[in-house]
């Protein structure tokens, strides 16, 4: 069992150019996330789905376009490149919520991104 | 809005210390309260959890209380290990809603365990 896998793992950019990261979960979990990280901070919600062709923005979406065309799949397109995107990306999915229990969430393993 | 306020880091102890990483929170809601825990070079990996008051989630050795009335959930462990040497996250998440299972995370706490 997979779970969620990220790729690339690391990647270095120019200023201005483009890349999509790839994120697939194995779990068939209708939300998934993108997060950022950066150095000695916590987590930020990048954009969020809760299903195919459903996606939402988060708390830090500026400069970011995410699609979901199947449960399994949630890219994160970055189109112009900036030095402030320089960040570790985290993908994560999780199960719906049931009852009054959150759920918790199962993280891939990162995406380095440097931007220079 | 939901907050997480862990306490600041990092922290250092020799093996075999006691450990607590206090963490507090503010939610409108009930919400379900997480530690994750992140590796050099990795991704977050659930710790333990709690979904109402009350709730002890244990792991690893690790144990939390959910405690509603100081609105806290402070990691513990009675003999910490070279091997726990990581960065923890508090966190927590709403159900129901228009919350769908987004988390709100501390700002985490590097824990260095020497020999």
């Known amino acids: 069992n997979a779970g969620v896998t990220q790729t690339p793992k690391f990647r270095i950019l120019k200023i201005g150019q483009s890349m999509t990261l790839q994120c697939t979960q194995d779990?068939?979990?209708?939300?998934m996330y993108w997060y950022r990280q950066d150095p000695g901070m916590g987590l930020k919600l990048i954009y969020y789905?809760?299903?195919?062709?459903?996606?939402d923005k988060g708390e830090v979406p500026n400069g970011y376009n995410v699609s979901r065309s199947t449960t399994e799949d949630f890219p994160l397109r970055l189109e112009l490149a900036a030095p402030s995107q320089t960040s570790v990306y985290f993908c994560a999915s999780s199960p719906p919520a049931t009852g009054t229990s959150g759920k918790e969430q199962y993280f891939g393993p990162g995406t380095r991104l440097t931007v220079t | 809005g939901n907050s997480v306020t862990q306490m600041e880091g990092p922290v250092t102890l020799s093996e075999e210390a006691f450990l607590t990483i206090n963490c507090t929170y503010t939610?409108?809601?009930?919400?379900?309260l997480f530690w994750y825990v992140q590796y050099p070079g990795e991704g977050l990996q659930l710790l333990l959890k709690?979904?109402?008051?009350?709730d002890k989630g244990s792991n690893k050795g690790f144990e939390a209380t959910y405690r509603k009335e100081t609105t806290s959930f402070h990691l513990e462990k009675g003999s910490v290990q070279v091997s726990d040497s990581a960065v923890y996250f508090c966190a927590l998440s709403e159900a129901g809603g228009t919350s769908y299972g987004k988390l709100t995370f501390g700002q985490g706490t590097i824990l260095t365990v020497h020999p």
């Open positions: 779990m068939n979990h209708n939300y």
């Open positions: 939610a409108t809601g009930y919400p379900s």
């Open positions: 789905s809760v299903g195919a062709g459903i996606t």
């Open positions: 709690a979904t109402k008051a009350d």
